[in-house]
């Protein structure tokens, strides 16, 4: 290196890179960039994640029917409920259907119409040998009997069909737990 | 064992070997937190690029989706307010940033000889941070980023030749408005070419700022050797910020990256960062959904504050004139910065280029400055545009407040709003009554007609609007309230028998009633008659009449109608008009409300005499049962109310709101 001195400003500094910096410039540099990076990352996460918080909706009850609007026979019931999808808001969207019905004793059943095997509407009709109503889903022509239990000997239906929760408030209101199960599975697994 | 494992790394990748590099790099001029600029611009680039992608995820771009997904974000999402105004500021920051920036490089000189490429790049940084901006104001889909891109893309069409077609795939579909394919192409535009194009050149910007470091080290050393004075330009032995230190060929110290110049990088990363989040502390607003009927075009609608000044050079130009400032000043302005590093090679001896440079871009910048505050000056004392502004913020209010009590159903929030009296009452007053009908009341809500010839209907069914029907109590004109443009000034019945009555008869029978029961009971019993009339205009249709009893009314009541005289013309429920004028049966209501709107001919209406359209008979009304309706139910302060102002009403207020 040789020795110079500016003609115009008489500085003699060296062509000489500066000392580097320690131990707490890095871990400055490091830190600070890492917090400067995540700032942003962190409020987007939150956003991205918000959907853990929420519930679903299935799995709730609503009011049906009145227990004196009931028979043995079982009665088909269409349900709606509003529904949120994202913003929008659409009122008695179609949810499903169920069948209710009042036992001899007085007690309310209810099951799911959706045919556990591959999922089609069951129906009511009168039983092939005089037994009176029974549930008959069209599609693969499996029979259950009122209690929902299969009737054949191997029925196209993996399980017997699915019974909802039932409430009675206020002493003649009915409610139902409205659940969605898995088809083809031989044990009753809810889906979401 | 780390060294074994970097190594194996390094062997197939090459990273930590350019990791190296980058950190052994040399800084000219020594290690400073003058540099950190770029850092800054980078940082909120950054910023501005993760927030986006966090949007992504959220944002839905079509007619009828854009708004209501941008409002799902800010009501529904958490975080979801702070993350949207985040991305809004950094966009402004990044804006605003490359344009110091590029600034700096001028006045410095920072843009010759080694770092022209580098000065370039900033260029077309700059270029794709506005088209950014430009694609996303009309992301939100509300009224004022509609109505600007409208007028924008519209634009176009002053191009000779390709200007029809240049504006059809623009946005995306034949006109006249936009669309949801105009969504989805900005969006496609705001994501792949603005935001993927500012990242790729950001990464070149910074590669070729480092090729010019290299440049400018390599040739200092070499010019050591050489020992010789480098004539003028000096900027080969420095960074941007030591250009104008021209004639000392003195070596310059030089710094380290790693960890010293990065240090005050980070930090300066950290300051942007910092910056956006005090900046997003207050959030962005929402807007009011864009309706794209052009009977609805915002007046009120604005551009960003980087285009302002663009825009306030288009008002000296009339009509198909502004193809002048919108193309041709603006391609000036911005060719002129890209030919400055080549105008900086003349004359450099002298600097003379420099010198030209320096003082073209101080004279636009004034220039921009100025027209930029110019514009906002100019808005601020401009009643109309704040008139059209203050409806447009009311506007948005209340269609956040609906959205938020009645959900928004699958057709969007328009749909929602085309239902609400508050949103599409004074639209359609504005349509159709407004030529004859003032709706003024002092407030920032009024629509004033252009010479009413029609009573003013702002307060219907109020106390005060009621009593200045009959008012007996002369103005300083000599002139009656009845006689006022407010009432039947403006109108044929200003010469009729109401006005007659209230002029002549009625101080008469005031007088006697006065006589036989004391001032103080006439003065009940004339509160109470108007309560009467308040009470009437609140109700949804006429009371029920049983025999000769009517709901709600005492026979008090009915003398009372009669007392005044107000039965002699009009018909009250049980009692019949002798010489019959419009009946008060109702008088106000919504349902009479909505059968005079239909047909102010009907029973019981203005038979004779009657001056106003028919807006909802025969095969093809003017106006649907609906909007008849809500005008309705606007006219009566019917709508679903806030919180604060179901309170008010309930407490009794039944003086004008506001």
Not at chain 2, 139 to 150: E, I, K, M, R, V
Not at chain 2, 363 to 380: H, Q, R
Not at chain 2, 537 to 542: N, Q, R
Not at chain 2, 634 to 646: H, I, V
């Amino acid at each position: 290196m040789n020795d110079k001195t500016c003609s115009c400003c008489s500085s003699t500094k060296q062509n000489e890179p500066e000392p580097r910096r320690g131990f707490l410039a890095k871990l400055i540099a490091i830190g600070v960039g890492a917090a400067a990076f995540l700032t942003p990352v962190a409020v987007g996460l939150r956003a991205f994640f918000s959907p853990m918080q929420q519930k679903s909706g299935a799995g709730e009850f609503m009011k049906v029917t009145t227990v004196d609007a009931l028979t043995a026979t079982p009665t088909r019931i269409s349900l709606t409920k509003d529904q949120v999808d994202a913003w929008n808001f659409v009122k008695a969207a179609p949810l499903g259907t169920i069948f209710v019905q009042k036992k001899a004793d007085g007690q309310i059943v209810a099951f799911q119409a959706c045919c556990p095997h591959a999922g089609c509407t069951i129906g009511v009709t009168e039983g092939k040998n005089g037994e009176g109503p029974l549930f008959l889903c069209p599609c693969h022509k499996a029979w259950f009997d009122l209690s929902g239990v299969r009737t054949q000997k191997s029925s196209p239906s993996p399980r017997d069909m699915d019974m909802l929760e039932v409430e009675i408030r206020n002493d003649t209101e009915v409610w139902v737990k409205y659940q969605n199960f898995q088809t083809g599975t031989s044990s009753q697994i809810a889906s979401a | 064992m780390t060294t074994t494992i970097l190594h194996w790394i390094d062997q197939r990748t090459g990273l930590v070997t350019a990791c190296k590099q980058c950190c052994d790099r040399k800084v000219p001029g020594g290690s400073c937190p003058c540099h950190i600029l770029p850092s800054m611009i980078i940082s909120t680039l950054a910023t501005l690029c993760i927030t986006g992608f966090f949007l992504w995820c959220f944002y839905s771009p079509s007619s009828r989706s854009a708004w209501e997904s941008v409002f799902y974000i800010e009501k529904m999402v958490p975080a979801g307010g702070l993350l949207r105004a985040m991305h809004h500021m950094s966009a402004q920051l990044l804006v605003f940033l490359i344009g110091v920036y590029i600034l700096l490089a001028v006045f410095r000189g920072g843009y010759r000889v080694a770092r022209k490429f580098v000065f370039w790049a900033a260029l077309v940084m700059g270029l794709l941070a506005l088209g950014g901006c430009l694609t996303g104001d009309l992301l939100p889909w509300t009224a004022n980023g509609y109505s600007a891109t409208l007028v924008r893309t519209k634009f176009l069409l002053l191009i000779p030749f390709a200007g029809e077609s240049l504006f059809k795939i623009a946005i995306g579909g034949p006109g006249p408005g936009l669309t949801s394919l105009t969504l989805t192409r900005f969006f496609a535009l705001h994501i792949g070419i603005f935001g993927a194009g500012i990242i790729g050149v950001a990464c070149l910007w910074r590669w070729l700022d480092g090729k010019a470091d290299d440049l400018a080290l390599s040739t200092k050393n070499a010019n050591d050797k050489k020992d010789d004075q480098v004539a003028g330009d000096n900027s080969l032995s420095n960074s941007s910020s030591d250009a104008d230190k021209s004639s000392c060929s003195a070596p310059q110290p030089t710094g380290w990256f790693w960890p010293n110049q990065a240090m005050f990088n980070m930090l300066g990363a950290l300051l942007a960062v910092l910056i956006i989040l005090i900046l997003s502390k207050g959030g962005v607003e929402i807007g009011s959904p864009a309706d794209t009927d052009p009977a609805m075009f915002y007046g009120a609608a604005r551009p960003e504050w980087s285009f302002r000044a663009i825009y306030e050079v288009c008002h000296f130009f009339p009509g198909s004139w502004q193809f002048i400032p919108v193309f041709c000043i603006s391609g000036m302005v911005v060719g002129y910065f890209f030919l400055i590093p080549l105008i900086g090679m003349f004359r450099q001896g002298k600097s003379l280029g420099h010198k030209i440079n320096m003082a073209v871009v101080a004279i636009i910048t004034l220039g921009i400055v100025g027209l930029t505050w110019l514009s906002f000056y100019k808005d601020a004392n401009d009643p109309e545009y704040l008139a059209d502004a203050y409806k447009g913020e009311k506007r948005a209010e209340r269609f956040v407040e609906i959205c938020e009590k009645q959900g928004i159903p699958p057709a969007g929030a328009l749909a929602l709003g085309a239902n609400d009296p508050l949103i599409r009452g004074p639209e359609l007053w504005e349509q159709h009554c407004a030529s004859c009908h003032n709706y003024e009341g002092g407030t920032m809500d009024d629509i004033v007609a252009n010479g009413p010839t029609a009573p003013n209907l702002y307060g219907m069914g109020t106390r005060e609007w009621l009593v200045g029907w009959i008012d007996t109590e002369k103005n300083e004109d000599g002139l009656l309230k009845i006689e006022t443009p407010d009432y039947f000034g403006g109108s044929p019945f200003l010469g009729g028998t109401m006005v007659d009555y209230v002029k002549t008869s009625l101080p008469d029978n005031i007088e006697t009633l006065e006589e036989d029961y004391g001032e103080e009971e006439t003065k009940v019993m004339y509160d109470r008659l108007i309560e009467i009339l308040i009470e009437e205009s609140k109700l949804t249709k006429p009371r029920q009449v049983d025999d000769e009893t009517v709901e709600g009314l005492s026979e008090d009541d009915m003398y009372i109608m009669e007392d005044f005289g107000c039965a002699q013309c009009h018909s009250f429920y049980t009692l019949e008009a002798v010489d019959p004028g419009p009946e008060l049966t109702g008088y106000g209501s919504r349902d009479w409300l909505i059968r005079i709107i239909s047909d102010p001919e009907q029973k019981g209406l203005y038979a004779k005499d009657n001056h106003m359209t028919a807006f909802h008979t025969g095969d093809e009304p003017i106006l649907s049962q609906r909007e008849v309706e809500i005008l309705a139910d606007w006219l009566n302060r019917s709508w679903m109310k806030t919180e604060s102002e179901q309170s008010e009403s309930d407490a009794g207020t039944s003086e004008t709101a506001k």
